[in-house]
C-alpha cells in the first residue's frame, strides 16, 4: 500500500485547481492547514515518487509537429527485430508493447506537419519486411486532460465509486463544455515561435518545477523575459495547461489503457457520461466523432471499467481496446532536439529510418 494521507489528496486537489505555483500559504487559508505542513506533505510526496507537481501539456501541432498513435500488428515469427527500431529514433518517442485488437506495439510518433506521409512510408516499409501483419494509425489533432477526482479516492480502500449509478449524477458541467467546444480547426493553426521558445519547452518537458530564474540562467534571459515567453505561449495554447500528476497506483499493479472510439449522433451523451469517471485521463480527438481515452489505471479497476462500459455501448458506433501491462519507453524532451534553430524547422530523417528497417534480414519476408 502505498503511503500518503487524505490531507495529502486535498493539498493535491489545490493545486490542481489553481495551478502548481499557488504558494502553501494560499493553500493553507484554504484547508485550514499549516504552510510549513504543506510544504512537507508535498517534499514527501516528490521524495515517494507520487507526485510530480507540475507537469506540462504541451501541444506541439500548433509549432508544426504532428503526433499519431501507432498500432502495430507483429509479425511473431520477426519477433524482436521491431524494438530496436523504435528504441533508435526520437520520432518513436513514447512506445510499449500492447495487446488487444493488436498484439505488438503502440507507439507514439512525431513527423513534419509538412510532410502528413511519413509514418506511412515508414511502416510501409516495415510491411514489405514482414515486421508486421498488419496496422491502424490514430491522428492526435487535440485533447484535453481530465483530473482525477481527488474527492472519490481514500488512501486505505481505493476509489469510491458505484458504478451502477454511473449515471445518475452529472458533473464536471464546465468542463464538459470545454471539451465540446474544442474547435479542431482551430488546433491545427500554426503560431510564430522561435528557438528559444522550443528551449523553453524542452526544459519544462524535463522539470516542470523549474524556476524562472534557473531557466533564465539556462537561456540567457532576464525572470521577466522567460515570464513574458511562457505567458505568450500559454495564450498561444502551445503550452494547454500544467497539473500536478499524482499516481496512488503502486507500479506493479498499474497498466496503460488505449480505448478507440467512433460515435454518432450521441457524441454529447457519450462525452457527458465518460467525464463521470473519476479517474484521470487523456481525452484525444481525431475528428470530431473519433476519439481515444487514453487512461492510467490498476488491475482491479480496469476491471470495473470494463464492465461498466458495456453501459456505454449504446453511445457508440464502433470501439477498440488496447492494453500496456509495462512501463513504456518515453522521450519526450528529445523531440525538441529535432528543431533546427537555422533553417527553422523539424528535421526528421525518415531515410535514415527507412534505410535502417531495410539492413533488417529477415529470413521470413514474402
Not at 176 to 194: G, H, P, T
Not at 198 to 224: C, E, F, R, Y
Not at 282 to 306: A, P
Request: a positive charge; hydrophobic letters at 40%; one cysteine or more.
Amino acid at each position: 500500500m502505498l503511503d500518503f494521507k487524505l490531507k495529502d489528496l486535498d493539498i493535491i486537489n489545490e493545486l490542481d485547481k489553481y495551478g502548481p505555483q499557488i504558494p502553501a500559504t494560499q493553500i493553507s487559508r484554504s484547508l485550514n492547514i499549516p504552510a510549513r505542513t504543506i510544504r512537507y506533505r508535498l517534499t514527501k510526496l516528490k521524495e515517494k515518487k507520487l507526485l510530480n507537481p507540475a507537469f506540462f501539456f504541451i501541444h506541439e501541432r500548433k509549432l508544426g509537429l504532428g503526433e499519431q498513435i501507432l498500432i502495430l500488428e507483429e509479425n511473431q515469427k520477426s519477433h524482436s527485430k521491431v524494438l530496436p527500431i523504435l528504441n533508435s529514433f526520437p520520432t518513436f518517442y513514447w512506445h510499449a508493447h500492447t495487446y488487444g485488437k493488436f498484439n505488438g506495439f503502440l507507439v507514439h510518433s512525431i513527423f513534419d506537419l509538412s510532410k502528413p506521409d511519413t509514418n506511412i512510408k515508414i511502416i510501409s516499409e516495415m510491411k514489405k519486411k514482414n515486421l508486421i501483419k498488419d496496422y491502424q494509425i490514430f491522428q492526435m489533432i487535440d485533447y484535453y486532460h481530465k483530473s482525477m477526482n481527488y474527492k472519490k479516492y481514500m488512501p486505505r480502500s481505493g476509489w469510491v465509486m458505484n458504478w451502477d449509478e454511473w449515471f445518475k449524477r452529472i458533473d464536471n458541467q464546465d468542463v464538459i463544455s470545454n471539451v465540446l467546444d474544442i474547435n479542431l480547426n482551430e488546433s491545427s493553426n500554426l503560431v510564430d515561435f522561435d528557438y528559444k521558445d522550443i528551449l523553453i519547452l524542452q526544459q519544462l518537458s524535463i522539470d516542470g518545477t523549474i524556476t524562472l530564474q534557473q531557466l533564465g540562467n539556462i537561456l540567457s534571459l532576464s525572470k521577466t523575459q522567460i515570464r513574458k515567453r511562457i505567458l505568450n505561449l500559454k495564450k498561444k495554447n502551445i503550452i494547454k495547461t500544467s497539473k500536478p500528476i499524482f499516481s496512488p497506483i503502486p507500479k506493479d499493479q498499474m497498466l496503460y489503457l488505449y480505448c478507440f472510439i467512433e460515435v454518432g449522433k450521441l457524441k454529447k451523451e457519450f462525452i457527458k457520461y465518460i467525464f463521470q469517471i473519476p479517474f484521470s485521463f487523456m481525452f484525444i480527438f481525431e475528428s470530431d466523432n473519433r476519439f481515444c481515452i487514453r487512461l492510467n489505471i490498476s488491475r482491479k479497476d480496469m476491471i470495473s471499467f470494463i464492465n461498466s462500459f458495456d453501459i456505454l455501448k449504446e453511445y457508440i458506433d464502433s470501439y477498440f481496446i488496447q492494453f500496456i501491462f509495462e512501463n513504456p519507453t518515453a522521450r519526450n524532451p528529445e523531440l525538441y532536439d529535432l528543431y533546427n534553430r537555422d533553417t527553422k524547422t523539424w528535421e526528421i530523417d525518415i531515410n535514415r529510418i527507412i534505410s535502417k528497417i531495410k539492413k533488417i534480414k529477415n529470413k521470413y519476408i514474402i
